[in-house]
């Protein structure tokens, strides 16, 4: 267990409302990245984190954005949600020892419905 | 850039046989790292075997081995004694060396069969 958690695990939403998810650790790790899951594509990054206010985009960027103010929080947000953003969100860490360097651990997912 | 194709959307296979997922990558990279990852219906991703690819040998974790060709750029995983509880979806992952993040392929459904 690498201490990783997502708010909320679910949630629907209206099209065109803004929508925030939260991942947190209890680690201290300076990696973190969103992910979202869908069939066919398995997983694609979206954004990921090297530190406090260092973000960078990934392969799905488009129409989301990404705050992290603190370590232990990685913020995703869809400005004005589309139908197309509903999926499978997933937050992960990179592993920082010996033996879990350049592994990823993922949090619980959180499963998002645009209507 | 990398990509990761796993040939093989679903599968199944008794309980107590061996069954192999397949996996290819295409890169220009020579050193990097290789990932089995598994998602039950609980929706967790769980690590089950990686492999460097500058090791020639083998990785295993107790039921599960890896066949690593990396002149062939393949990477399958075998799963002995197959068990209901592994049933789940398996996806291969890579991730060059000194990259920040990985690239996953789209899945395998594998379904273990009483």
């Known amino acids: 267990d690498a201490g990783i958690t997502q708010s909320p695990r679910h949630k629907v939403t209206e099209t065109g409302t803004p929508v925030t998810l939260r991942c947190h650790q209890t680690?201290?790790?300076?990696?973190m990245y969103w992910y979202r899951q869908d069939p066919g594509h398995g997983l694609r990054l979206i954004h990921y984190?090297?530190?406090?206010?260092?973000?960078d985009k990934g392969e799905v960027s488009d129409g989301y954005s990404v705050s992290r103010s603190k370590t232990e929080d990685f913020l995703l947000t869809l400005e004005s949600a589309t139908s197309s953003q509903t999926s499978v969100y997933f937050c992960?860490?990179?592993?920082?020892?010996?033996?879990?360097?350049?592994?990823?651990?993922f949090g619980p997912g959180t499963r998002l419905t645009v209507l | 850039a990398q990509t990761v194709t796993q040939s093989q959307p679903e599968m199944s296979v008794q309980e107590a046989e061996t069954v192999t997922l397949s996996c290819t990558y295409d890169?220009?990279?020579?050193?990097?790292?290789l990932f089995w990852y598994k998602q039950p219906p609980s929706r967790q991703m769980i690590l089950v075997i990686r492999?460097?690819?500058?090791?020639?040998q083998n990785a295993t974790e107790n039921r599960f081995s890896v066949n690593f060709q990396k002149a062939a750029k393949s990477f399958s995983l075998k799963i002995s004694d197959s068990q209901l509880g592994d049933t789940a979806m398996y996806f291969c992952?890579?991730?060059?060396?000194?990259?920040?993040?990985?690239?996953f392929g789209p899945g395998t459904r594998l379904s273990v069969l009483p």
């Open positions: 680690e201290n790790h300076r990696y």
């Open positions: 890169t220009s990279e020579n050193n990097y790292y």
């Open positions: 492999q460097e690819a500058y090791k020639q």
């Open positions: 992952a890579f991730m060059k060396h000194a990259a920040q993040n990985f690239v």
């Open positions: 984190s090297y530190g406090v206010k260092d973000t």
């Open positions: 992960a860490i990179r592993g920082q020892g010996a033996t879990t360097n350049n592994e990823q651990f």
